[in-house]
């Protein structure tokens, strides 16, 4: 019997279906978020939309990226798609801030697993030289697809209402599901790992138990509290005993030997930091351009945009030029995009066209494509075979990771930096008011002088972002130096 062949470029089509899936998630809610949070109601609760997606899709990275090697690359894929298109399929109905985040988690619990069992299934199928040229194509087709996502976003929320930019997704995975099926075959996978559930459980509670403090801490209760020195002790105790069970496991989903590759602890944590920025823009920029600059939904999808416009076109030139030039240089220029691109948007003001934002976006989206690329390719290429999964999840866990602090961290900002420029003001309003803000319709309610109030607080608020975003740049900038001088993967 004839043994059945892969056929690659219908896998690679299918990879790009569920890469496409997840560009568009990342960013059509967030142009989206302005007219949810003025239905929906609960702006103090606006961070959460992302860390609960966030916060799942994180903890499961290293999880699924281990459930692979045992159970192959298809069947964790076909979970995690289903739980993706449940979840989104559920967030379309959400009738509170509150079931919305619910259901955000029951989506990440899904997105845990489309990018890196899609990542790792090119580098299974595609080596060398090719797979360096592959994986550029496919974070450029991240980036291009995310071009679509907030113009799209932008019209589904004037057109037939913010529920359809959760429901966008469904048929694009329902069509990549079909075709990983069909024309992906494996190999036997692993049966001798074992899952390390007690790593993951602890994992879990300690990311949970961050995230909440960062989310929370000066709102629901006081820094100085005991709640708040409960959540710290947790995480503290949380990771003592994280480490030491990773270290004691047999077949651990973070080996700590992978850490000591140069290149792949520089590489994850510049990652970590750039998602921190990424999280930060695209969440806020749609909020600057709605709610300070009074444009459409449609308008602050188009500012967004531009990231995923640099992006793709940064990640082709990486997945050509890297095996010439390495990623220690490649990833130099991408820093240094992201630091001029962050930098920028500290002089934003509410006067500007729309299209200087846009010009922003554009250079940050360059860093962007420059380092993703780059630290993916090299850290496959930096590892065998039975660590690929791993290495891999690990550079995807610490973007997200990034991600899930940015979204905490910078939302702890925004909510702190705006509720004491209210109270200073003598204002007896609570954050709940910046809800109305977002929305034009409601917006005619205030007076000249109430309106010019609060673009100016939401102003010097999403400033503050911006400004922790160029420091954390800086950051990227200097751990770039880390990053082994040589030439190809």
């Known amino acids: 019997m004839k043994s059945k062949v892969t056929k690659r470029p219908f896998v690679l089509i299918s990879v790009m279906l569920a890469m496409f899936m997840g560009a568009v998630e990342a960013t059509i809610v967030a142009t989206a978020m302005p007219s949810i949070t003025s239905?929906?109601?609960?702006?103090?609760?606006?961070?959460?939309?992302?860390?609960?997606?966030?916060?799942?899709?994180?903890?499961?990275?290293?999880?699924?990226?281990?459930?692979?090697?045992?159970?192959?690359?298809?069947?964790v894929f076909f979970i995690g798609v289903s739980l993706f298109l449940s979840g989104s399929l559920l967030c379309g109905f959400a009738t509170t801030m509150e079931q919305l985040i619910i259901y955000r988690l029951i989506q990440?619990?899904?997105?845990?697993?489309?990018?890196?069992?899609?990542?790792?299934?090119?580098?299974?199928?595609?080596?060398?030289?090719?797979?360096?040229?592959?994986?550029?194509?496919?974070?450029?087709?991240?980036?291009?697809?995310?071009?679509?996502?907030?113009?799209?976003?932008?019209?589904?929320?004037?057109?037939?209402?913010?529920?359809?930019?959760?429901?966008?997704?469904i048929p694009l995975g329902l069509i990549a599901m079909i075709g990983i099926g069909l024309f992906l075959h494996e190999t036997s996978p692993r049966k001798d790992t074992t899952v390390d559930y007690k790593g993951a459980i602890l994992l879990t509670a300690?990311?949970?138990?961050l995230l909440f403090w960062l989310v929370e801490g000066g709102q629901s209760f006081p820094w100085k509290?005991?709640?708040?020195?409960?959540?710290?002790?947790?995480?503290?105790?949380?990771?003592?005993?994280?480490?030491?069970?990773?270290?004691?496991?047999?077949?651990?989903?973070?080996?700590?030997?992978?850490w000591r590759n140069k290149t792949i602890l520089f590489a994850n944590l510049i990652s970590f930091f750039t998602g921190v920025i990424l999280i930060g823009l695209s969440s806020y920029i749609p909020m600057y351009v709605t709610g300070v600059m009074e444009q459409k939904a449609i308008v602050a999808g188009f500012t967004l945009t531009a990231v995923s416009i640099g992006w793709p076109i940064a990640s082709t030139i990486a997945g050509r030029l890297l095996t010439k030039h390495g990623a220690s240089k490649l990833s130099f220029v991408g820093t240094l995009f992201l630091m001029i691109g962050t930098f920028s948007f500290i002089?934003?003001?509410?006067?500007?066209?729309?299209?200087?934002?846009?010009?922003?976006?554009?250079?940050?989206?360059?860093?962007?494509?420059?380092?993703?690329?780059?630290?993916?390719?090299?850290?496959?290429?930096?590892v065998g075979q039975e660590l690929r999964g791993v290495a891999t999840a690990s550079n995807l866990f610490m973007r997200n990771f990034g991600n899930t602090v940015g979204a905490a961290l910078l939302g702890t900002i925004v909510n702190v930096t705006l509720g004491k420029y209210l109270k200073h003001n003598g204002s007896t309003e609570d954050l709940s008011i910046i809800d109305q803000l977002l929305d034009a319709e409601e917006r005619n309610v205030f007076s000249v002088e109430e309106l010019s109030f609060l673009q100016a607080g939401l102003d010097n608020a999403l400033h503050a972002v911006f400004i922790a975003s160029f420091i954390i740049a800086i950051i990227c900038f200097i751990l770039v130096f880390g990053i082994p001088k040589k030439k190809g993967v």
């Open 347 to 382: 002089f934003i003001n509410p006067t500007l066209n729309p299209i200087v934002i846009a010009c922003c976006s554009f250079l940050v989206g360059i860093g962007m494509g420059l380092t993703s690329t780059s630290f993916i390719v090299t850290i496959q290429g930096a």
């Open 108 to 169: 990440g619990l899904g997105a845990g697993a489309v990018q890196p069992i899609a990542t790792i299934i090119i580098g299974d199928v595609y080596q060398g030289e090719e797979r360096a040229k592959i994986q550029g194509y496919l974070s450029s087709v991240w980036g291009i697809s995310a071009v679509s996502g907030p113009a799209i976003g932008g019209i589904l929320v004037e057109t037939i209402g913010w529920q359809f930019v959760f429901w966008v997704n």
């Open 206 to 209: 300690l990311l949970s138990s």
């Open 39 to 75: 239905d929906l109601g609960g702006f103090s609760r606006y961070s959460w939309v992302f860390s609960a997606y966030l916060l799942m899709s994180t903890i499961t990275v290293l999880i699924y990226g281990k459930l692979a090697d045992i159970f192959g690359r298809k069947v």
């Open 225 to 258: 509290s005991l709640t708040s020195l409960s959540l710290i002790l947790v995480v503290i105790v949380g990771l003592y005993f994280f480490i030491k069970v990773e270290k004691r496991a047999s077949d651990p989903f973070m080996p700590f030997s992978i």
